[in-house]
């Protein structure tokens, strides 16, 4: 794609929105830049990047001589806006979209509900451990567009439901959808608005692509015949998928390649997730033997079902990037030990109803903290004992007052993080410096 002399509008200018300007720029493009926001800092950054701009608003007159608009993943696509560009004729894409036309090697795209980002780095530390020329990108960190240049043979890109809303020629070589529930709901109408943009991955694979599904997930049991590329299946459930559990070992097609005591990640749905990526790693060619030492060395990510303390025989757990309620369920379903559970933040328009019977039988004490707090309990069954509390230092504080030699403390808060902190990252941070503040303080006590 040729940008000299062309002029490309950009709405949102947060990590994404800045990394496709400066593309833009480098490639000869005029960038043009709408933001919602006003502050004096951005005005000024903006001033000083020679682009232009326009804040506080969004308005098609600063648009209209664009020769394309590219979305950033914060902006949805039905607002009123967006679609207003589109009556007019303006054509708007993703920024996924955008970069893959520049990528030269192959895109391995990874989406779901849960567990992405431990497939995306997983699959990335299989490869590169196995001595591919391999990239890690997307809604991970750091955005596709900044590999552009990057020489690699393959591209493993975690994708958000956002970032494939406004897909029009992009097609991986392999896809990964590892499940489909309820989230996102204070974005999407419906469910179903939600699921058709996960869908959206497999918009353009053909039979010579890779479509790597959860056989146990209902959605995309009911719909993978819409999927022209190569169905790879795998399930916990199921003996007669391609990649399938039994008597503690994962298999491909009946060759047995890891035991669940070694790999590196607790719960049943990181058995899921390695099975997900054990089918990648097969489509592309590697050995059994080299998957499983490459699987057995990888560590897993950070605010996710994280061991990030222990006091007196109780861990602490950070499961921070549990941001919906089928996180945590899955999150409950991977710890014997009693549990204290800390949940809420901001609701995205879940049922927590889900959740009482794990609550009921694993959680002995629940603490409920931050904005969702008057919602979750309306959905709780009235046998549940839970407190209320007003910050995380209290939550860990009058969790660790609950617990006894054994007890696990978990961080799982179902919820998004906006409420009381800018992501679920500084959310996870601020639960483990609190432990080791704790930690600390029993020490020297």
Excluded: W
Aim: charged share 30%.
């Amino acid at each position: 794609m040729e940008l000299r002399n062309k002029v490309i509008g950009i709405i949102g200018y947060s990590r994404t929105g800045r990394a496709t300007a400066e593309f833009v720029k480098s490639r000869g493009g005029k960038v043009k830049i709408s933001e919602l926001s006003g502050s004096e800092e951005l005005r000024k950054e903006l001033e000083a990047k020679e682009f232009d701009f326009e804040l506080g608003k969004n308005s098609f007159e600063f648009l209209k001589d664009c020769d394309f608009i590219i979305i950033s993943p914060g902006v949805p696509s039905e607002t009123p806006f967006v679609l207003e560009l589109e009556n007019k004729g303006k054509r708007v894409i993703s920024e996924i979209e955008f970069a893959s036309k520049f990528i030269k090697g192959k895109i391995i795209g990874i989406t779901g509900s849960n567990g992405k980002s431990t497939v995306t780095s997983m699959i990335y530390h299989i490869l590169k451990e196995a001595g591919e020329k391999v990239t890690i990108a997307g809604n991970i960190g750091v955005p596709l567009i900044n590999f552009v240049e990057e020489k690699s043979d393959y591209f493993v890109v975690e994708l958000s439901s956002f970032q494939l809303e406004k897909i029009v020629d992009f097609k991986p070589f392999i896809s990964v959808l590892l499940n489909i529930t309820p989230d996102h709901l204070d974005r999407y109408k419906r469910f179903e608005d939600y699921a058709e943009a996960k869908f959206n991955l497999f918009k353009n694979q053909k039979s010579s692509d890779f479509a790597v599904l959860n056989k146990d997930d209902d959605y995309i049991e009911k719909n993978k015949n819409r999927i022209s590329a190569s169905k790879i299946f795998f399930s916990i459930n199921d003996k007669k998928a391609d990649v399938y559990f039994d008597k503690e070992m994962v298999f491909f097609k009946d060759e047995p390649i890891i035991k669940s005591d070694e790999i590196p990640l607790l719960g049943i749905h990181n058995i899921e997730n390695t099975m997900a990526s054990v089918a990648v790693a097969k489509v592309i060619g590697l050995k059994n033997k080299i998957i499983k030492e490459t699987i057995k060395s990888f560590k897993g990510l950070e605010h996710r079902t994280e061991l990030c303390g222990e006091i007196d025989g109780v861990k602490f757990i950070n499961d921070s990037k549990a941001t919906n309620i089928d996180a945590t369920y899955k999150a409950l379903l991977s710890f014997d030990s009693p549990l204290i559970l800390i949940l809420g933040g901001k609701d995205k328009g879940g049922d927590f109803t889900k959740l009482n019977e794990l609550i009921k039988n694993k959680v002995k004490k629940l603490i409920l903290i931050g904005a969702a707090r008057e919602k979750i309990k309306k959905q709780l069954s009235k046998d549940i004992d839970y407190i209320e509390v007003e910050s995380m230092k209290e939550a860990v504080y009058k969790g660790f007052d609950f617990a006894e030699k054994g007890d696990i403390v978990l961080l799982s808060p179902a919820c998004a993080s906006f409420d009381m902190y800018e992501n679920f990252e500084k959310r996870g941070e601020d639960f483990k410096r609190i432990v080791k503040g704790l930690m600390e303080e029993r020490s020297n006590g």
